[in-house]
Structure formats: C-alpha cells, structure tokens
C-alpha cells in the first residue's frame, strides 16, 4: 500500500485553479495526481510522468475512474521538455521510490528481503545494482558510498565487496556490508542502509539529472505558476535548495539599478521547508525525512 506523503501541504501549495494545468513529474500510485485531478473542472488538464511500468499502468486505472483530463507519460521525467509544449500552472516533484517499489521483493531494493540485485525504477534500463555491485572498481565504489550514501566505512565495504565477487542478492550484499563495518556501528542503524541508498541513486541517476529537470520544469511555468517538490533525504534537499535560491536571488547587476524593476524569476513561498506532522509521522514511518519547499515564478 502506498500513502503519499505532505499530501494536503503540497497539493494546497500548487494553489490549483479549476481551469489550468498541471504536471506531476512523478506520478506514482496516483496519490498526488487524483487530488489534483479532482480540483480541475472540463477546461484543466494534468500531465504525468513515472519511468515505472507498473506505476503507469495502477495509475491509469485509478486516474480513470476520476475524469479523462489527464495524459500519461511512461519515461523519466528528465524528458519532460520534449513531452510538453505548452506553459503550465504548477508542477510537483514527489521524488524517490515509492513505497511499493520498496516492498516487491523482487524489485531488490530492500535489504529486508533476498532477491537480485535489481534496483531499476525504468525496467527498459539496462545498468542494475548487480552492473554496480560487481562490475565497478574500489574507487568508483567508494567515491558513489561516500557522496550518495555519506557512509563512513566506505572504504572498507567497497573493499569487502570486491573481495566477495560475485555478489548476486540483496542478502549477500547486506551480508558483506555488515561483516565489513566495527561491531559497534553493526548494532545500531541496519549498515547497509546508506550504501543500498547511494547504489539506487547511483542506478536510477537520480541526483544527475534532477538540477537540470528542476529548471526545465522551471522554463515551462506561467508567471505566477508554481513548483512543489518533496525530497526524502539531504542530498536531495540540498540540489532543490540550491536551484530555489538561484531561480530566487537578483544578480549583482540588477541590484544596483535604480529601478524597481528587478531581474529575480522566483519567489520562495517557503523560507524553511514544510515537514510531515506529528500525526502524519506517527501513520506512516516514510514520511519521517520529508521536505517540501515551493517557488513560484514571477
Ligand atoms: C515517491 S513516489 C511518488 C508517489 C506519488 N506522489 C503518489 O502519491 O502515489 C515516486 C515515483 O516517481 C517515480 N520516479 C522517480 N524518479 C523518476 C524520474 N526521474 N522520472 C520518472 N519517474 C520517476 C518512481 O518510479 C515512483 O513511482
């Protein structure tokens, strides 16, 4: 089952209008994509994307049952240019894995359960975890452990790894992580936590492509249209605070003319992100990292 996260906090920040149009970059199981659909009247339109087959094809069906204003794209949503040609009113970025994707074993990205190692969101891609896990060398290892999943031991486990090629299930791999890290660091959060983190980024790109996607979904806003995005952990974060405070800030020029005119594209509508609620965090333990943070084009 999956419940979306910042549900009511994100779906209030697009300020919907029953006649514009909208995208969720990463539609899902539908969550997001059915509250925006449900605010349109006959003249709105929704657009989304996921580059996961099994997402496109539950949401079709939920999306369905709601109204026929929307259109669905299976690819990532680094492509969204390509897809839309025309000026939207607000976009979301719900980013990361859902939890379903989580919970097939057979997807590999649990540590929980023995399956390959998978960890594809777009099954059409050919790179998998396994490509990583055994085809990478120790400095590729290390360098992916330590910037995606900021794991300390990286060194060791890269080192472990390659020692204990070929690795072909999450099990083993959570095995040789655990086996490579001191007693002490075993005991408290499950070791192979980050590095799982950092090889499913490292697989699906997800840090590469998403300051760029950021200002492409920027360049097909309306003036007054907005971007939501909820991240899951600070490396993300870190990529959509970066952007907001670029596509926010007036360069150096334009602040000594004088003008009132100013050069800035963007609002920040939250100064500090939104977090999940008490009673939010309390019904659904994923929602324990998130962030929103909003602008909205001038
Ligand atoms: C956290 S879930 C979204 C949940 C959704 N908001 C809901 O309410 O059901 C993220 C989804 O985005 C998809 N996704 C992640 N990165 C993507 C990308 N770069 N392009 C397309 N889809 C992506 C994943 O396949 C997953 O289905």
């Not at 659909?37 to 099994?54: S, V």
């Amino acid at each position: 089952m999956h419940i979306s996260v910042l549900l009511n906090e994100s779906i209030e920040s697009l300020n919907i209008k029953g006649n514009g149009k909208y995208i969720d970059a990463t539609l899902g199981y539908a969550g997001h994509s059915s509250e925006i659909l449900r605010r349109l009247e006959k003249e709105g339109f929704l657009f989304a994307f996921d580059q996961d087959e099994e997402a496109v094809k539950f949401s079709t069906e939920k999306l369905n049952k709601i109204n026929s204003n929307f259109k669905i794209f299976h690819t990532n949503f680094k492509n969204m240019k390509e897809y839309i040609d025309e000026k939207v009113d607000g976009i979301l970025f719900d980013l990361g894995v859902s939890s379903p994707q989580l919970d097939e074993t057979e997807r590999g990205f649990s540590y929980h359960n023995d399956a390959p190692l998978d960890m594809r969101m777009d099954k059409r891609q050919k790179l998998t975890a396994y490509d990583v896990v055994n085809n990478y060398n120790l400095e590729k290892l290390i360098k992916i452990f330590y910037e995606y999943g900021e794991e300390k031991y990286s060194r060791n486990i890269a080192r472990e790894i390659i020692k204990n090629r070929p690795i072909n299930t999450t099990l083993e791999l959570a095995e040789t992580i655990k086996s490579s890290v001191p007693e002490k660091y075993r005991n408290s959060a499950h070791p192979a936590r980050k590095v799982f983190q950092a090889i499913r980024i490292e697989v699906n790109q997800e840090l590469e492509i998403l300051e760029q996607a950021l200002l492409d979904a920027f360049s097909l806003l309306n003036s007054g249209g907005r971007i939501s995005v909820i991240t899951f952990h600070s490396l993300e974060d870190r990529i959509v605070k970066n952007v907001f405070k670029k596509l926010t800030e007036e360069d150096e020029v334009s602040k000594k003319l004088p003008t009132t005119k100013t050069n800035q594209k963007a609002k920040l509508i939250t100064k500090k992100p939104i977090i999940p609620s008490e009673e939010e965090l309390e019904k659904n333990r994923r929602s324990r990292s998130a962030k929103l943070r909003v602008i909205e084009k001038i």
